[in-house]
Nanobody
Framework: QVQLVESGGGSVQAGGSLRLSCAAS????????MSWFRQAPGKEREGVAR????????YYADSVKGRFTISRDNAKNTVSLQMNSLKPEDTAMYYC?????????????????WGQGTQITVSS
């Protein structure tokens, strides 16, 4: 069955960097949409970035554009999120997600598969 497993969460001071990875297994389609979402306490889950595993074509939320980079390594079946210039407002639980299409990617309830989440805490 499909599995998504995140790793790389932790704590960092503002201005620092972290890298998240999502290991995917169980997919039969080589071109699916994968994304990173985040959810802070009391807030709705929001899309951070997404990418097609086959063709690439990354896309970012305005709040992280220029600071975060999503990438994929198809040989390892992983999608990563490099986060630079982190801000306290980036503090949240970060989730990896996968779906057959990127249409409407920013709507969290469109995604078929989710990882368990990994916490990112940015202190000022």
């Amino acid at each position: 069955q499909v599995q998504l497993v995140e790793s790389g969460g932790g704590s960092v001071q503002a201005g620092g960097s972290l890298r998240l990875s999502c290991a995917a297994s169980g997919f039969t389609n080589s071109n699916i949409c994968m994304s990173w979402f985040r959810q802070a306490p009391g807030k709705e889950r929001e899309g951070v970035a997404r990418i097609w595993t086959g063709i690439g074509s990354p896309y970012y939320a305005d709040s992280v554009k220029g600071r975060f980079t999503i990438s994929r390594d198809n040989a390892k079946n992983t999608v990563s999120l490099q986060m630079n210039s982190l801000k306290p407002e980036d503090t949240a639980m970060y989730y990896c997600a996968a779906h057959r299409s990127c249409i409407g990617w920013y709507q969290w309830n469109r995604w078929s598969y989710w990882g368990q989440g990994t916490q990112i805490t940015v202190s000022s």
